[in-house]
């Protein structure tokens, strides 16, 4: 494998344009505060990158031999400076454009663990709380996913909590 190879755009039948020859991935981190209350871990693009001042997940192109999860914990380990640790995969949302592809993983962690921009794509790096996410400035993709997302995360939140929980638990 060539680090870096699946780097470039796709043109799409409507004339829109992804980044990712093999198609991109991101991972949505998802931990609960001391009052229980749900909070997911955004990264507001900087001003220079593809509709930079949004907020979206840390993310981007697969490599020819990535999986989507290979891509999307690489992807976060190089926009974002901090121990990922051990998670627990929630689950998965593709959207799949036919001619290109983005997964993004739901990921929850045991704790708000501090995270800071690890590089230039990253202006901040926050948690916010769930419920307030959707009043920020997302990413037009982002945005269309996170009515779909927010139910998924409240699904697990909620029956994490009765001990029926999905998941599968990773060291990232």
């Not at 829109?16 to 093999?22: A, Q, V």
């Not at 501090?114 to 400035?137: C, H, K, M, T, Y």
């Not at 996913?145 to 990232?172: M, Q, R």
């Amino acid at each position: 494998m060539l680090k870096g190879d699946g780097n470039g755009w796709v043109s799409l039948p409507d004339g829109s344009r992804r980044w990712g020859l093999y198609g991109a991935a991101g991972l949505l981190l998802y931990a609960v505060d001391a009052a229980g209350d749900g909070h997911v871990l955004l990264q507001h693009r900087a001003g220079w990158t593809h509709m930079g001042g949004t907020w979206g997940i840390p993310g981007g192109a697969r490599d020819r031999d990535e999986t989507p999860l290979e891509a999307a914990v690489r992807e976060f380990r190089e926009e974002v400076h901090g121990d990922l640790g051990e998670y627990t995969l929630l689950g998965v949302h593709e959207q799949d454009l036919t001619v290109w592809r983005y997964d993004t993983f739901m990921a929850r962690l045991p704790t708000l663990t501090p995270f800071r921009p690890g590089n230039s794509e990253s202006q901040e790096i926050r948690w916010v709380p769930v419920d307030s996410a959707a009043a920020l400035p997302l990413l037009p993709a982002f945005r269309s996913a996170w009515p779909y997302l927010h139910a998924e995360l409240t699904s697990a939140s909620s029956s994490s909590h009765n001990g029926h929980g999905p998941g599968t638990s990773t060291t990232g």
